[in-house]
């Protein structure tokens, strides 16, 4: 089993930065991928960076050039770095790991970025 625990969310206005973390626990092997996904209200969640165990990242074509995804393997802990803010950014961004082709889901932490 594995234990996702987010934090960092808040209120920040558009233009502003934050930080987001997540603490991974469990049966967490070495080989996995770490992600973060948004939901938006009266939206689908979607992907927005994902990072693999040995840093190989991906993110959504709508945040590349502002996030940054990072972690740390002796931690077991992931990053996202969220510049450059805008309002659309607004959501629960869930943090999510696959271990053993298993996806994990942490509880969520709200973001919102106000005009």
């Known amino acids: 089993q594995v234990e996702l625990v987010e934090s960092g969310g808040g209120l920040v206005q558009a233009g502003g930065s934050l930080r987001l973390s997540c603490a991974a626990s469990?049966?967490?092997?070495?080989?996995?991928?770490m992600g973060w996904y948004r939901q938006a209200p009266g939206k689908e969640r979607e992907l927005v960076a994902a990072?693999?165990?040995?840093?190989?990242?991906d993110y959504a074509a709508h945040v590349k050039g502002r996030f940054t995804i990072s972690r740390d393997n002796d931690q077991n802990t992931m990053y996202l770095q969220m510049n450059s803010l805008k309002p659309e950014d607004t959501g629960v961004y869930y943090c999510?790991?696959?271990?053993?082709?298993?996806?994990?889901w942490g509880q969520g932490t709200q973001v919102t970025v106000s005009s």
């Open positions: 999510t790991i696959v271990v053993l082709g298993r996806r994990y």
């Open positions: 469990g049966s967490i092997f070495r080989r996995n991928i």
């Open positions: 990072i693999t165990s040995g840093a190989s990242t």
